[in-house]
């Protein structure tokens, strides 16, 4: 099987920047997400979706950033099932590509709160005084587990890689009048400080290394040319890959099968897969 070449799913929020666009050629104006991997995408020169092709258990995407997010968390798989009626949660992660000056992320909170203070500050707007900050940088690797409560501000450009399912529930949204979930939100959330986020890599194979290993998700950064076996999905973050005859610019996604392909070229890629 040849690798599998998608057309992103585009999402246009009110906090999505231009760099999607400008920079990495996935459309014009403001975009938030670009979906990259995800069940629902088309496959390149067939009619088909990749979940009619494959069952990939994972969605990978780009986000740029410059507004702030809401203030949400997503539930773990028990919750999920008992609360929505979903599959499964939502574990997500992030690795940082660009961060404008003083660019941040609110990580869990400062303090700890009973379920029902933090219910009453979500509702009035005092959350903002109890949200711990982190300033990342170029390079982070940071990682989201369900319950934890965030949000992400401007000037980031992100990848994320979290389950294939979008499950979100908003505990503040800076005034901004969209639907909140307190019930459900302030239920799942984690209410105490959180340790660190941020993941230190491992050297796994020269010019790999591994940025995150949980059980959902494994990523690695691999600098080209490189042989990838699958399935795994490979987001070219520096340079440009070429890959069976096809040139994937920087913050371009294929799929690679199980059976593999070479990764020609000179720059560095993101490769996801699902955990063990």
Known sequence: MPVVRLVPTLSRPPWGGFRL?????????SIGESWEVWR??????DSARLGDRVDFPLLVKLLDTRALLSVQVHPADVDARLRAGAPHGKAEAWVVLAAEPGARIAYGLSRELTEAELRERAGSGAIEADLAWIEP??????????????????????????EPIDLTWRLYDWGRGRELHLDHACAVAIRAPQ?????????VAPGIDRLL????????????????????????????????????PRGGTVLVPPEGALLEGEGVVLAARPGA
Do not use: C, M
Not at 40 to 45: C, F, K, L, Y
Not at 213 to 235: K, N
């Open 21 to 29: 666009g400008a920079e990495l050629g996935k459309g014009e104006g």
């Open 40 to 45: 629902e995408n088309r496959v390149i020169g």
């Open 137 to 162: 940088q170029p390079g982070d690797v940071i990682d989201v587990p369900p319950g934890t409560i965030h949000a992400i501000g401007p000037g980031l450009l992100l990848y994320e890689v979290q």
């Open 195 to 203: 340790p660190s986020p941020y993941r230190a890599s491992v050297a």
């Open 213 to 248: 290993e949980t059980r959902h998700f494994v990523v690695d950064r691999v600098q080209l040319p490189a042989r990838r076996r699958g399935w795994e999905a490979i987001t070219v973050i520096e340079g440009s890959a070429h890959v069976e005859g096809h040139t994937v």
